[in-house]
């Protein structure tokens, strides 16, 4: 398997254009706005150089998000790594005890495929792996 660099970082917020006083400060832009409804999630998309920093806000009080702020507030949720293969990547990775939260990898924002891994099995962290969609 093969890491390229890290995709995404994920930013749990209660409301995307609130906490965009921050970015307009740092003078970063956001680029796209998308919701995923399936994992109910209004995702905002700011480049920082080949990453992006990418903004969650809950869409219904029982998204994973809103239940996230809820326990632990705003801020830091998780960083996404974009691998070469992912199939490869989650082959590799359970054969050395990671373990993952869903058994295949699906369908996320602008079309990657993602996989996150369980924290408990990396380190407290939630690990998301990615692959851009092939072109
Ligand atoms: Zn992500």
């Known amino acids: 398997m093969k890491i390229i660099c890290v995709d995404h970082i994920g930013i749990a917020v209660k409301n995307i254009d ?9 003078k970063l832009k956001v680029s796209g706005i998308e919701e995923v ?21 809950p869409t219904g009080s029982d998204s994973t998000i809103a239940k996230y702020i809820t326990k632990k507030g ?12 992912i199939d490869k990547a989650l082959q590799e990775l359970k054969g050395k005890n990671i373990k993952f939260i869903d058994e ?10 993602i996989i996150f891994a369980r924290p408990g099995s990396a380190g407290g962290l939630l690990l998301e792996l990615c692959q851009k969609e092939e072109i």
Do not use: F, M
Request: glycine content about 10%; overall charge negative.
């Open 18 to 26: 609130d906490s965009l006083e921050l970015y307009k400060a740092l």
């Open 74 to 85: 705003e801020g830091l949720h998780h960083i996404a790594l974009r691998v070469e293969n």
């Open 104 to 113: 295949k990898p699906k369908q996320g924002a602008g079309g990657k495929k």
């Open 37 to 57: 409804s399936d994992q109910k999630v209004k995702i905002a998309s700011i480049p920082v150089g080949e990453t992006e920093i990418e903004l969650l806000e």
